[in-house]
């Protein structure tokens, strides 16, 4: 069985560090029989989570899709900075609004539950954003995710990468590699979607 796995980099920069570190795990799960989405939250944008506009005007569009493209995963791969040692607001707001999708083609549905979860980060600083990653952590587990407990953050990350866009940091490579390894391994014997293709 082939694992499905969703990549989603949880910064929108032009040049993003996290961007990059994304393209290179696509390389990265390339080489391996996984089938991989990147999923790019500027294709799926929201307004900041408001209970009123849920209640009103329901859960937006583009919350649903997003929850309908992870219900088709086996795992998901976040690579996100941190911002003041958290979340930033982009990546939050949207697991807040798909943790509201409840429902698809009216089967109940939980979109984070079950699925297996990957964190990696990036940043210019000595610790490469793994504080944020903690937060990101503690948010998964709460929504009935399987977060991994080997995780990657690209430290220095301005000088990780050569001109072309490739990690060339030899710790940050391997650390990744082995946290496709461990998503690849996990997601294929906690597969979720085994039983419902
Ligand atoms: C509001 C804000 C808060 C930040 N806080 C942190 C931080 O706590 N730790 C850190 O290492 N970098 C922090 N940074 C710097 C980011 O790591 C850096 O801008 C990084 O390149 C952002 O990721 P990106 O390149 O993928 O967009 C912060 C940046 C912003 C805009």
Not at 67 to 85: H, V
Request: with cysteine; net charge negative; charged share 20%.
């Amino acid at each position: 069985m082939n694992p499905k796995i969703a990549i989603i980099p949880g910064s929108n920069r032009s040049a993003s560090l996290n961007r990059l570190v994304a393209n290179e795990t696509m390389r990265i799960l390339a080489r391996t029989d996984a089938s991989v989405a990147f999923l790019d939250l500027a294709d799926y944008p929201l307004p900041i989570y408001d209970g009123d506009e849920e209640s009103g005007q329901g859960i937006p569009e583009n919350a649903s899709l997003l929850a309908r493209q992870l219900m088709r995963q086996d795992a998901l791969l976040l690579i996100s900075p941190e911002y003041n040692r958290s979340i930033p607001p982009l990546l939050k707001n949207t697991i807040d609004w798909v943790s509201r999708v409840r429902k698809i083609d009216g089967r109940p549905v939980q979109p984070f539950k079950g699925l297996v979860v990957g964190l990696a980060s990036a940043s210019p600083g000595r610790f490469g954003g793994s504080n944020g990653l903690e937060a990101l952590r503690l948010v998964m587990r709460a929504l009935g995710s399987e977060v991994l407990t080997t995780q990657c953050s690209v430290a220095n990350a301005s000088d990780a990468f050569d001109a072309k866009g490739a990690l060339i940091d030899d710790h940050a490579r391997l650390s990744l590699e082995a946290l496709c390894e461990s998503l690849v391994d996990v997601s294929r014997s906690l597969s979720r979607t085994a039983y419902t293709d």
